[in-house]
């Protein structure tokens, strides 16, 4: 079911400016109201608005479930998509949506609940500065973003987390959680990216459908999405090197392994070539009628040993 909203003016004080604010109303009075609307709704109920642009039901349609974050320009009107990756599971699909936007309307495509999560959001922290949709759009991704430098930097501590469990070796890491941080930072990265390409091709105001304020604010976007870009790129370099330190890390657990296998296999060397030796069955073997033999034997052995493990022991294998 649609959910559309009114951006009415808000007089405060007799000093203060006009603000405005998401005011929620049914479909008709939507339909039939003289201020700029605002609605959330599905495919098929935004292709019974019946537009007076039909390219714009054939864009919208495909944006919807685009796996990108895109937006394209047209004389009357300007239709874009979002692809926001999942910030509470690592291997959720993102959350795809539209949106169609005109002096009048501002339509959000939204199967799912992520653009009402937004708007709810944006209304919660208070009035808008301006009545326009431009503006109601340039504050959505606002929201959008709002929260991500916290987020990536909680993201950065579990990763501080992990790097200290493998410095430490307190307990196992698996090799798989790492590579789905890198797949994570890669695919924030990507979105940012995207996102402010958005905010660039928007702030140049093509259509002149924004005024130069609106089209301006923009450019604050731009720079919040390249930020995040960036600090999403150290992360992804930061979950490199937690692989190539965790690899370092099982390379050296290995050697250490192959390191304790050698020692053992020199240690019992002189006893297998002892074994091996006096065990064929050949009577022609010189000492073997002597009673003493076994004795030298033994204390050879001992001896040899004795003199191997004192040897590791000053080189430090042991």
Not at 18 to 34: K, P, Q
Not at 54 to 65: Q, R, V
Not at 244 to 256: C, F
């Amino acid at each position: 079911m649609a959910i559309c909203y009114e951006l009415e003016d808000l007089q405060l004080k007799p000093s203060q400016k006009h603000l405005s604010s998401l005011i929620r109303v049914n479909r008709a009075e939507a339909h039939d109201s003289a201020s700029p609307v605002v609605a959330i709704m599905s495919k098929q109920e935004f292709q019974q608005l019946g537009l007076e642009h039909p390219n714009a039901h054939e864009s919208l349609e495909d944006l919807a479930s685009s796996d990108s974050n895109y937006v394209d320009i047209y004389p009357d009107y300007i239709v874009g998509s979002f692809s926001v990756p999942s910030k509470n599971s690592l291997t959720a699909p993102p959350a795809l949506f539209a949106f169609y936007m005109d002096k009048q309307r501002l339509i959000f495509v939204d199967e799912g609940e992520t653009a009402r999560r937004v708007l709810e959001h944006v209304i919660d922290i208070g009035v808008l500065s301006d009545t326009t949709t431009a503006h109601c759009l340039y504050v959505f991704f606002k929201a959008l973003l709002v929260d991500d430098l916290t987020f990536l930097g909680d993201f950065e501590d579990r990763m501080e987390s992990i790097e200290e469990k493998i410095l430490n070796s307190s307990s196992a890491v698996r090799s798989n959680a790492i590579m789905e941080y890198r797949r994570q930072t890669m695919r924030f990265c990507v979105y940012y990216q995207e996102v402010g390409t958005m905010a660039n091709v928007l702030s140049d105001n093509e259509n002149k459908l924004m005024t130069d304020a609106e089209g301006n604010a923009f450019d604050h976007i731009e720079r919040l999405a390249d930020r995040l870009s960036s600090r999403s790129e150290t992360l992804k370099e930061y979950s490199l090197q937690l692989h190539e330190l965790q690899q370092t890390r099982i390379d050296l657990k290995q050697n250490s392994t192959m390191q304790i296998f050698t020692i053992v296999t020199v240690l019992f060397a002189p006893l297998t070539l002892i074994t091996g030796w006096f065990g064929m069955n050949l009577n022609v073997l010189p000492g073997l009628d002597w009673p003493y033999l076994w004795v030298v034997l033994v204390v050879g052995a001992l001896v040899c040993t004795t003199a191997l493990l004192a040897f590791f022991h000053w080189k430090k294998w042991l």
